[in-house]
């Protein structure tokens, strides 16, 4: 197997902004309105810190093994025909959430902007760029996710000053007025926008910080950047629109950036949804990256290269691709998606450093 | 970095050639105006295409072409005008929606929620309303050496600048609006000599129009009570038999929500304004902190009568303009939870409290 670089703090930080933000930002306003209504951005900012609360649970299985990614310490926990096993599910799951989130942008690339062009060619060149991406080393995509920062850095700056345009804060009020049951709902619902910092499980052992401490103010600052993006996101379409609004458009952030008027520039929401292919882009190059890690991990010696393993899971999720192409299925696939990163991101770590921890101190007691 | 650069081109490369329009096949379509036919629920959609003519010889000439067609919606229109002309029609630069009073006064927001189905609509277009023969006015080639679309738009853009008229973007009313009681003025055009002019707005509660109408000044005043911010603006009147003109320098609005225990008893608009006296009377004179005082009170008491007068007009449209039920309903939500609104608004006490206070005299003395 290759030996994988270090990387820094601050890469780190960006490889972590960029997979957490997904095609989530367009819809969580749409998709929160829908559970937690006017206060989605209460729901999403609670959401942010259970995703801080899994970080620290995934900090803290990985400094039980601070020299190992977590597909080699599996085995070590759970014994080897299990830690297989759970490779072989977390390749599988992040090979999958990489085809949702390619099949998820290209129909909304298909709907805003490209009716004629096959779904299938959109599909494909999302895919090859990414994959295309995942058979570089964690350092390399670290590089790439540094480069195309400026990207999410603009998005923001558009959405958030959007905002001139005229808002109401009135919309925000009352807070909380029908009980916490919509929010705890609008915080499940917005977790999965989270999803990426999971990213540690495998980065761990890799990050060059001064202490154990210091990873993990690392990973929560990213995590941070990725909450006020969503809550500024959340306030800036909830201020703008009513809920019955927000209720039927399912991308808010693209009529928001239509409201932008530039004499030399045409649709500043076309440009956006071209920008944002980076950010998408990125997400699904550390997922494909993370899948072909895992199915690595299946023997403990290696096996197989990872560009093949890259090129298999690219080839794979584009035949899966052309099964996914009603919207309505898709939206079905991101719920049960939603349950499993949940799983797999929070239950089974949870799992695991039990084991971990009860071993642990079985071994101490002998 | 040779990767980060290769993915970069790649993506540039996602904005491929099978979607491309071309400049010259395009019809950009400017201002779309909707209307019934007859006495039928089928629509009756013109359109005004405007193009820029003799590029070649320098600054151009604009240019409009009129189309009428009929469908049962805006999507059937716009796939019956293709076939009547080469190209194709876009809706990339449209800049205004202009719906006729017929039209107006059935649903038409049902209607106009299609226009956001056109991914490249700028849904910020203007929404307004003509009292008129709405065919008739944009076919007209053009309005006092402009084009139809630009003379409409160029009135609707500088009253807007000058914060007289509601901004009235098509986006703010359509998929139910922006505001927590869909109930707004538009903009209304009616006809004037050989072209049209602006005449204040229509009321619309629920989306509907109520067939009630604000004159220009009313709708000035329905503004400012509105939390415009007046910059600028003009206000004349008349007080004991003497003409005043005063410049609007900054206007503050804010409503005072009075509750007996969970009863709303009544709502005070009070408006702070700062302006500029130009006129008080036909004779230029000095004036004293007694006068100016004076002067002040009764600026305050013609206004204070005129937005009264405001207020009762849209209370009996039952048109919410000044969105009165989000501030109860933000502020406080147990009043807004026993009340029914829609009932219960035109019997609601609403004040209006103008306060005026001369700045100064503008360039004289």
């Known amino acids: 197997m290759r030996k994988e670089e270090h990387i820094t ?287 690595m991990h299946l023997r403990s010696g290696g096996m197989g290269k990872q560009h093949i393993w890259v090129w298999v899971i690219v080839c794979a999720c584009f035949i899966a691709g052309f099964f996914m192409t009603k919207r309505n299925d898709l939206l079905q696939v991101a719920a049960f998606q939603d349950q499993l990163s949940i799983f797999l991101v929070v239950g089974l770590p949870v799992i695991l450093l039990i084991i971990s921890g009860l071993r642990g101190a079985g071994r101490r007691g002998v | 970095m040779k990767k980060g650069i290769a993915a970069f081109f790649l993506c540039l490369l996602l904005t491929g050639c099978l979607d491309q329009l071309q400049l010259k096949n395009l019809l950009f379509v400017d201002v779309v105006g909707i209307d019934y036919v007859d006495d039928s629920k089928e629509l009756k959609v013109n359109f005004v295409i405007s193009a820029l003519r003799e590029a070649n010889l320098g600054g151009g000439r604009q240019s409009a072409l009129f189309m009428e067609t009929t469908g049962a919606n805006l999507y059937e229109a716009v796939s019956k005008t293709n076939k009547e002309i080469p190209g194709i029609l876009s809706v990339l630069e449209t800049r205004l929606y202009l719906i006729s009073t017929k039209f107006a006064k059935e649903q038409p927001l049902d209607h106009l929620n299609i226009a956001s189905q056109f991914a490249s609509n700028p849904l910020y277009a203007y929404l307004a309303i003509y009292d008129g023969d709405l065919s008739k006015l944009l076919a007209k080639k053009s309005m006092k050496d402009q084009t139809v679309a630009n003379f409409l738009i160029g009135l609707l853009d500088d009253e807007k600048t000058r914060g007289r008229i509601p901004s009235n973007k098509l986006l703010h009313y359509i998929l139910g609006g922006t505001q927590f009681m869909n109930d707004f003025a538009l903009n209304r055009f009616e006809p004037y000599k050989d072209s049209a002019r602006l005449a204040g707005t229509s009321l619309f509660s629920d989306g509907r129009y109520t067939g009630i109408n604000l004159s220009n000044e009313d709708t000035q005043l329905a503004n400012l009570m509105g939390g415009e911010t007046g910059k600028n603006q003009l206000i004349i009147g008349e007080q004991n038999g003497i003409h005043y003109s005063i410049l609007v320098q900054n206007a503050k609005r804010h409503f005072k929500i009075n509750t007996d225990a969970d009863k709303l008893r009544d709502i005070a608009v009070d408006i702070q304004m700062d302006v500029k006296l130009i006129e008080d009377g036909p004779e230029l004179k000095k004036h004293t902190n007694k006068e100016l005082a004076k002067t002040e009170k009764a600026i305050e008491a013609d206004l204070n009568s005129k937005a009264a007068k405001v207020i009762a007009t849209i209370k009996q449209a039952n048109c919410d303009y000044l969105q009165l039920a989000h501030e109860v309903a933000a502020f406080h939500p147990k009043v807004y939870s026993g009340l029914s609104w829609r009932e219960q608004y035109p019997q609601i006490g609403i004040k209006p409290q103008v306060k005026v206070r001369i700045l100064n005299n503008a360039i004289l003395e």
């Open chain 1, 9 to 295: 703090g601050r890469q780190l930080i960006s490889l972590t902004v960029m997979a957490q933000l997904g095609t989530e930002v367009l819809s969580l306003p749409h998709v929160g309105a829908t559970t937690a209504g006017h206060d989605t951005w209460i729901a999403v900012l609670l959401s942010g810190m259970a995703a801080q609360l899994g970080i620290i649970l995934i900090w803290w299985l990985g400094s039980h093994y601070p020299k190992r990614n977590f597909y080699a310490y599996t085995s070590q926990i759970v014994g080897k025909p299990i830690g297989i096993l759970i490779n072989l599910i977390y390749g599988t799951y992040y090979a999958f959430s990489g085809l949702l989130i390619t099949a998820l942008y290209t129909d909304i690339l298909k709907r805003w902007m490209f009716s004629l062009t096959p779904r299938w060619l959109i599909l494909l060149m999302l895919l090859i760029i990414c994959g295309y991406a995942a058979t570089s080393t964690l350092k390399k995509l670290a590089y790439i996710s540094q480069s195309f920062m400026l990207f999410p850095v603009i998005c923001f700056l558009l959405i958030a000053f959007s905002g001139v345009y005229g808002f109401d804060a009135k919309n925000l009020l009352p807070i909380v007025s029908d009980g916490w049951s919509p929010i705890l709902k609008g915080i499940y619902a917005a977790y999965s926008a989270y999803i990426g910092y999971d990213l540690l499980l495998y980065a761990y052992p890799y990050v060059q910080t001064q202490s154990k401490k210091k990873l993990l103010w690392t990973m929560s600052i990213a995590n941070a950047c990725t909450i006020v993006f969503y809550v500024v996101v959340c306030l800036v379409c909830s201020t703008m629109f009513s809920l019955k609004q927000l209720i039927v458009i399912p991308e808010p952030i693209v009529f928001i950036l239509k409201n932008y008027k530039v004499q030399i520039l045409q649709s500043v929401d076309i440009l956006f949804l071209i920008f944002y292919v980076s950010v998408v882009a990125a997400t699904v190059y550390v997922y494909f990256f993370m899948a072909a890690k895992a199915f």
